[in-house]
């Protein structure tokens, strides 16, 4: 028999990992429906969706158990709203795209290779210096282009875990890039 949302979120709460586990399979397929409404790619929606589940467990104590559905629904639209709201102020193609392929997609002049290379050897850097926690998945999926698939399986962790870590490490980089000088 399934257990119900309330008695997940009772045990999420209590500090029961494998609850929220449950909670978040039982629902990403939902909350990345909601998410390719207001998106349409459904990388971003993923994204979003891995925010959205973040957000929802670092506030899991303000919630209603027996509203966690409409609950996390509503986060996911808020999520996708910020993101697409932010998009339009400032894109950030080398994150989103990965660096490989934004940089070869062009064939620039000695000085835009050199403020590419400049820019390259920075995130490097700084992808280096995010904590242990994040590093790696932020390495796997944002330099070297793996799926979180594939990133979650080099890693041994489940794919919503490897998700959380990634959502995570990529918001600290962008936090470590500001404050290197680079507006992402």
């Given amino acids: 028999m399934e257990t119900d949302d309330c008695e997940l979120v009772h045990r999420a709460r209590a500090g029961d990992r494998e609850a929220f586990d449950a909670l978040t399979v039982r629902y990403w397929q939902r909350c990345v429906g909601i998410a390719l409404i207001y998106l349409r790619n459904r990388e971003d929606a993923e994204e979003q969706v891995q ?3 973040l957000k ?6 303000s919630c209603d158990a027996a509203k966690f559905r409409s609950w996390l629904d509503k986060i996911t639209e808020n999520e996708c709203r910020m993101f697409r709201r932010n998009r339009q102020r400032r894109p950030w193609p080398l994150m989103h795209f990965g660096l490989r392929s934004r940089i070869a997609s062009r064939e ?4 835009k290779q050199a403020m590419r290379e400049e820019l390259v050897r920075l995130v490097r850097r700084e992808v280096a210096g995010l904590p242990v926690l994040f590093r ?3 390495r796997l999926h944002r330099l070297e282009e793996l799926g979180i698939d594939q990133v979650a399986q080099r890693i041994v962790l489940q794919v919503p875990a490897a998700k959380s870590r990634l959502v995570r490490g990529q ?4 936090d470590r890039l500001r404050r290197a000088g680079v507006t992402p």
């Fill in 56 to 61: 929802a467990y670092l506030h899991l104590q």
């Fill in 108 to 111: 620039p002049g000695p000085e």
């Fill in 171 to 174: 918001q600290e980089l962008r």
């Fill in 51 to 53: 925010n959205s589940f």
């Fill in 136 to 138: 790696e998945t932020v």
